[in-house]
T-cell receptor, first 115, second 112 residues
């Protein structure tokens, strides 16, 4: 079974631009979560989607948004990029039926650098 | 905000020795999980322990959970060079609210 894939793997953007990151979950997984990892703040939860609906949301500004498609693939978008948005963005998938968070399968991440 | 706090922040041991990492958290949980991350890559799930369990084993891994102290420990026995990585504990409060809350991790170095 193929693992979680994320594209692109690396991205360099300029302040003020916007960016879209993509995540393809493991086949059969309907829950996709997104996390931001930085040296200073560590791993922080952005949001979780299940069956095309945002089920949970972390404490990030509205510049961070996401969506999930009918095939469970998910995208996250960051508008008006700031230097502080430079981070490794990780997505994770799971079956997600119960709403509780059990074993999560993480992708390799997208490393975003904002200059 | 970080719920889990790992201790120590870094640990260096000789190959073959055992490594113990600790995690503390602040609120009640549904389960606690441990993940490994190699050098800025994706996280790999190691083991999950539910709030009504006290100890769990998986291969060379042993996890304990003390909900009265809000703490957990991860023991890796007979360490190998390939165990060199960062280890994170993560808690689920139940219902997925706030997602998984991760600690800042313990960086483990296994000296050959």
């Amino acid at each position: 079974k193929a693992g979680v894939t994320q594209t692109p793997r690396y991205l360099i953007k300029t302040r003020g631009q916007q960016v879209t990151l993509s995540c393809s979950p493991i086949s059969g997984h309907r829950s996709v979560s997104w996390y931001q990892q930085t040296p200073g703040q560590g791993l922080q939860f952005l949001f979780e989607y299940f069956s095309e609906t945002q089920r949970n949301k972390g404490n990030f500004p509205g510049r961070f948004s996401g969506r999930q498609f009918s095939n469970s693939r998910s995208e996250m978008n960051v508008s008006t990029l700031e230097l502080g948005d430079s981070a490794l963005y990780l997505c994770a998938s799971s079956l997600g039926r119960s709403g509780n968070l059990y074993e999560q399968y993480f992708g390799p991440g997208t490393r975003l650098t904002v200059t | 905000s970080q719920q889990g706090e790992e201790d120590p922040q870094a640990l260096s041991i000789q190959e073959g020795e055992n490594a113990t990492m600790n995690c503390s958290y602040k609120t009640s949980i549904n389960n606690l999980q441990w993940y490994r991350q190699n050098s800025g890559r994706g996280l790999v799930h190691l083991i999950l322990i539910r709030s009504n369990e006290r100890e769990k084993h998986s291969g060379r891994l042993r996890v304990t959970l003390d909900t009265s102290k809000k703490s957990s420990s991860l023991l890796i026995t007979a360490s190998r060079a390939a165990d060199t990585a960062s280890y994170f504990c993560a808690t689920d409060k139940g219902g997925g609210a706030d997602g998984l809350t991760f600690g800042k991790g313990t960086h483990l170095i296994i000296q050959p």
